[in-house]
């Protein structure tokens, strides 16, 4: 849910991902969520879009992709390739591939996490070019079913990349509810940072998800 200054609610929308480990090592997901997308939190209006274009929608249903993850390392330290297809603009047929990797380690109670990636425009390209995602997460659990987490990360286009880079900067909880099933929420300033005048505090969204698994 975007909580922008002026626009609070605008859009609201609900965004599924669908995972499915092919092989111990090969997963592959289709997916529409901004995390999924680029690793960040702090964005609304991809998936369903509840608000309708008044509302700030861009359409009914925003970014439909497919992505493998391949995992190359695990233990404490993962590491893992990842690459997809999506559809960022289902109306306006602007479509990108992404290569990326995630990486993971974890020290006790500790944990951190960063999955950079790159956008590829391969259709529109006047408004469908490259960008850039490097999301950071920094995890601790407080309890064996609880975690916090701050986020940040940098993003932003390679055009113009000195003038329109942005740094987010949030805050998260999650419960484990059991083995296979999770709850969270964040609160994230999407780019409480960055090279336009847009910035800062006023930009900020709230996310909440449940995840299941078996």
């Known amino acids: 849910m975007n909580l922008s200054a002026g626009v609070a609610g605008k859009p609201t929308s609900l965004a599924p991902d669908l995972s499915y480990g092919v092989t111990d090592a090969l997963t592959v997901s289709l997916l529409s969520s901004t995390f999924a997308l680029t690793g960040f939190r702090g964005g609304a209006g991809r998936g369903l879009c ?17 992505e493998g993850l391949y995992a190359l390392a695990t233990g404490p330290t993962s590491f893992a390739a990842n690459v997809g297809l999506h559809a960022l ?4 047929g602007a479509i990108a591939a992404k290569v990326g990797a995630k990486l993971r380690h974890v020290v006790g109670a500790v944990s951190i996490a960063t999955s950079p990636s790159m956008f590829v425009g391969l259709t529109e390209r006047d408004t469908n070019k490259e960008s850039l995602w490097i999301p950071v997460l920094a995890q601790y659990k407080v309890a064996p079913a609880v975690a916090l987490g701050l986020g940040t990360g940098f993003k932003g286009p390679l055009d113009g990349l000195a003038d329109r880079w942005e740094v987010s900067f949030g805050a998260s909880g999650v419960l484990t509810l059991s083995p296979a099933m999770n709850v969270g929420a964040s609160w994230t300033f999407g780019k409480i940072l960055g090279g336009a005048d847009a910035t800062g505090v006023d930009y900020r969204a709230a996310h909440l998800w449940f995840s299941f698994s078996r």
């Open 50 to 66: 509840l608000n309708g274009t008044d509302g700030g929608c861009a359409g009914v249903y925003d970014n439909a992709g497919i």
């Open 89 to 92: 603009d289902l109306d306006g």
